[in-house]
């Protein structure tokens, strides 16, 4: 949030001067919360140790013990604690009926005034309502979203107009190489199921 502002105000015609007490949030020894730990999830967990952050997660199932040992993740059996802990909230689930609307209100409430809420799973894994109300009343501090529902959301959006809010058009993968990667392994799938062969990504494995 700090960067795309500061941005505005670096090239402003305006601008004459930066103010000195234009501060942002720490990352380093601060609370991650991670919803959603699969293969995705763990690697943000793997990015997130390096900043020397302390590391929740919530997820279906707890991961092996030395797997959580090697990024120092702790697991929450209840994502309500994980809610109330962390200092940004990372969501890193699959849509699914059981996490469409996954944080709502309630969920919101739980969280600290002072949090973050970081979307780079689906749009709809989030009640938008809950949310722009969340951020309107300062419920939470701010939300970074790189997936909305729909996309692009209309114009006249209440989520365009805040600015405790940062919105990317789902770019997580937008990169020339993660791009090619993913070109490579749908290819790689399509011979071997027409070869006859097991499919090296299949999502529901027999």
């Not at 994980?82 to 409430?109: A, C, N, R, W, Y």
């Not at 109300?133 to 209440?158: C, F, G, M, S």
Request: proline share 5%; net charge neutral.
């Amino acid at each position: 949030l700090y960067l795309h502002a500061g941005c505005q105000i670096a090239v402003s015609p305006g601008t004459k001067s930066f103010a000195v007490d234009w501060l942002g949030v720490e990352v380093s020894g601060a609370t991650l919360g991670i919803i959603g730990m699969g293969s995705i999830g763990y690697k943000v967990a793997q990015r997130a140790r390096a900043f020397n952050m302390r590391i929740l997660y919530h997820n279906r199932n707890q991961r092996r013990k030395e797997e959580e040992e090697a990024v120092g993740a702790h697991y929450c059996a209840k994502m309500k604690d994980l809610l109330q802990q962390s200092d940004f909230v990372m969501l890193v689930v699959s849509l699914t009926p059981e996490t469409h609307k996954l944080i709502g209100k309630k969920e919101l409430e739980l969280m600290k005034p002072t949090a973050t809420l970081i979307n780079i799973s689906r749009g709809a894994v989030i009640d938008q309502d809950a949310l722009v109300e969340a951020l309107q009343n300062k419920v939470i501090r701010a939300a970074a979203l790189d997936v909305t529902y729909p996309e692009p959301l209309p114009r006249d959006h209440p989520l365009l107009k805040l600015n405790n809010v940062i919105i990317t058009p789902h770019i997580g993968t937008a990169t020339v190489q993660a791009i090619r990667t993913m070109a490579e392994e749908a290819i790689a799938n399509i011979l071997a199921a027409l070869n006859g062969q097991p499919i090296p990504s299949e999502v529901f494995p027999k």
